[in-house]
């Protein structure tokens, strides 16, 4: 079965702080993404991947970064923490033309 | 922007009933939709997609296409509790044709 693995299911952290959200998929597929999810807002893309070291800004990249070093692996980085960027985090990958597998979610409360 | 429009609900159905569910897109240019659910506390998970007009059939899932009227359903026949759920409509919109856009998401509820 294709796995993709978020580090943490739950976080916590202060405003200002430097946050890294790390996912890693195991079916060495090409694209990798970074979606969050708040209610009555649905799933919003963040940033999104297509190869190693490719990444394309989505529909709210403002506040955020990634990073992708290796194939297998799709960091998300806050370069500093606010109260609005609370929320479920979800990462997912699929290979070109496949469908869509997702990670389990990381919900970060940011105080 | 291209958006996906979905009514929000909550959509109630009696058991045995079917649930009808649907969702509109803005990019007329937009080739592949896929319908998700997703449980509470859990991540979405694929259950129908469709490329082409017309109807697709799963079991009991059926999902139906109208590019004229950008327009895609999905229909829930003999409803079960077990369906009760947030259902995401997403559309393939990117150029490169990898991002999906999904849609806010129905939420079923399915009463026994």
């Known amino acids: 079965d294709v796995k993709v693995t978020q580090s943490s299911r739950y976080l916590v952290k202060r405003t200002g702080e430097k946050v890294f959200l790390e996912c890693v998929q195991d079916?060495?597929?090409?694209?990798m993404f970074w979606y969050r999810q708040d209610p009555g807002l649905g799933l919003r893309l963040i940033y999104f991947?297509?190869?190693?070291?490719?990444?394309e800004k989505g529909d709210i990249p403002e506040g955020y970064s990634v990073s992708r070093e290796k194939k297998e692996r799709f960091s998300l980085i806050l370069e500093s923490a606010s109260t609005n960027q609370t929320s479920m985090y979800l990462c997912?990958?699929?290979?070109?033309?496949?469908?869509?597998?997702f990670g389990s979610g990381t919900q970060l409360s940011v105080l | 922007q291209k958006e996906v429009e979905q009514n929000s609900g909550p959509l109630s159905v009696p058991e045995g009933a079917i649930a009808s569910l649907n969702c509109t897109y803005s990019?007329?240019?937009?080739?592949?939709f896929f319908w998700y659910r997703q449980y509470s506390g859990k991540s979405p998970e694929l259950i129908m997609s469709?490329?082409?007009?017309g109807d697709k059939e799963d079991g009991r899932f059926t999902a139906q296409l109208n590019k004229a009227s950008q327009y895609v359903s999905l229909l829930i026949r003999d409803s079960q509790p077990s369906d009760s759920a947030t259902y995401l409509c997403?559309?393939?919109?990117?150029?490169?044709?990898?991002?999906?856009?999904f849609g806010k998401g129905t939420t079923l509820s399915v009463s026994s």
């Open positions: 469709i490329y082409s007009n």
């Open positions: 990019d007329r240019g937009s080739q592949s």
């Open positions: 997403a559309v393939l919109a990117n150029q490169a044709g990898t991002a999906l856009i």
């Open positions: 997912a990958s699929n290979g070109v033309g496949e469908k869509l597998f």
């Open positions: 991947s297509y190869d190693v070291k490719m990444k």
């Open positions: 079916m060495d597929h090409e694209n």
